[in-house]
């Protein structure tokens, strides 16, 4: 599958920005049966875990510095995912990846090595 990123721009603290994510299914299968996670990355740090939705009961889980503040949702019939992303603050400042896994686990999947494929990316900058 292939992962395209967008949404992203230079917001003031406390603004919102909805990220999306549209996948074309190369391969075939269903959009509906990935697991879908949005990742981000800071300048100078690691790759981390920001939420994820699960292929078949659309569970949700987020890392716990954006609970109550990010929103993650699927439209199956659109191939898309979202990252709705209120209250944003200037920590919230990175590169926003989309990814997706295959695997059809149905628990949380928080590590990078889990997720195959990977959107390009879409930079996010919170001013403060």
């Known amino acids: 599958v292939q992962l395209q990123a967008s949404g992203g721009g230079l917001v003031p603290t406390g603004g919102s920005l909805r990220l999306s994510c549209a996948a074309s299914?190369?391969?075939?299968?269903?959009?509906?049966?990935?697991?879908m996670a949005w990742f981000r990355q800071a300048p100078g740090k690691e790759r981390e875990f920001v939420s994820s939705?699960?292929?078949?009961?659309?569970?949700?889980y987020y890392v716990d510095s954006v609970k109550g503040r990010f929103t993650i949702s699927r439209d199956n019939a659109e191939n898309t995912v979202y990252l709705q992303m209120d209250s944003l603050k200037p920590e919230d400042t990175a590169v926003y990846y989309c990814?997706?896994?295959?695997?059809?686990?149905?628990?949380?999947?928080?590590?990078?090595?889990?997720?195959?494929?990977w959107g390009q990316g879409t930079e996010v900058t919170v001013s403060s």
């Open positions: 990814a997706a896994d295959a695997s059809l686990i149905t628990s949380m999947q928080a590590r990078v090595t889990a997720y195959e494929y």
């Open positions: 299914a190369a391969s075939g299968r269903a959009f509906s049966r990935y697991n």
């Open positions: 939705i699960t292929w078949r009961t659309g569970t949700t």
